[in-house]
């Protein structure tokens, strides 16, 4: 079965370094978002790529987050520089088209600590 | 106030229990209601989604929306230790948007 992979799975940083988290969606998904989800919360959207281009990125912390996926395929995320309270797990998931009802499906996640 | 809350729990029930799972939201935009489990240190994974008012039943589970009071629910029946997870609502305005979850409930079902 197809599946959303992501790397690293675990990252430990120090604060003020940078850092870089890698989607693959699933083959022929269009459609990719980074989630943000903080211990005992509920995900939040970070950014939505429709191939290459970016379709919402309301929520992404701009001075320090960037996001990119060149050839509307993999992703990847950054920040620069990392913040304690940037600890949190980075989900990806990515849907068929985004256009009809598309399950999002979810990669395992990486697990991102800031010390 | 949060678009969607959930009931936090955690909740913890014996082997074979009904579980009943909530959601209430304020923005009548949604239109699409779905339901998550989160196993530890792994991503979501899609239960059940509806995009109406009504029940959906899909072998041990079913998912209740009531638009009217902006309520949905998940109910388990019979359920199992395997079900021992975190439950996430989540909720779209358009298909393929962006989805607003809520915080999650943490079950256990105790053998």
């Known amino acids: 079965e197809a599946e959303v992979a992501q790397s690293p799975r675990y990252k430990i940083t120090e604060k003020s370094q940078a850092v870089a988290f890698w989607c693959d969606p699933i083959?022929?998904?269009?459609?990719l978002y980074w989630y943000r989800q903080i211990l005992g919360q509920g995900p939040e959207l970070l950014v939505q790529f429709q191939d290459e281009s970016v379709v919402d990125d309301s929520q992404l912390p701009k001075d320090r987050f960037s996001a990119e996926r060149l050839k509307g395929v993999d992703s990847t995320l950054k920040i620069q520089p990392a913040e304690l309270g940037d600890s949190a797990m980075y989900l990806c998931?990515?849907?068929?088209?985004?256009?009809?009802?598309?399950?999002?499906?979810f990669g395992p996640g990486t697990r991102l600590t800031v010390l | 106030q949060k678009e969607v809350e959930q009931d936090p729990g955690p909740l913890s029930v014996p082997e074979g229990a009904i579980v009943s799972l909530n959601c209430t939201y304020s923005n009548s935009a949604f239109q699409y209601f779905m339901w998550y489990r989160q196993y530890s240190r792994k991503g979501p994974e899609l239960l059940m989604y509806?995009?109406?008012?009504g029940n959906k039943e899909d072998g041990r589970f079913t998912a209740q929306v009531d638009k009217s009071s902006k309520y949905i629910s998940l109910f388990i029946r019979d359920s199992q230790p395997s079900d021992s997870a975190t439950y996430l609502c989540?909720?779209?305005?358009?298909?393929?948007?962006?989805?607003?979850f809520g915080e999650g409930t943490q079950l256990t079902v105790n053998p």
């Open positions: 083959s022929g998904h269009a459609t």
């Open positions: 509806t995009y109406s008012s």
């Open positions: 998931a990515s849907s068929f088209s985004g256009t009809s009802f598309d399950t999002q499906y």
């Open positions: 989540a909720i779209g305005e358009t298909s393929g948007s962006r989805l607003t």
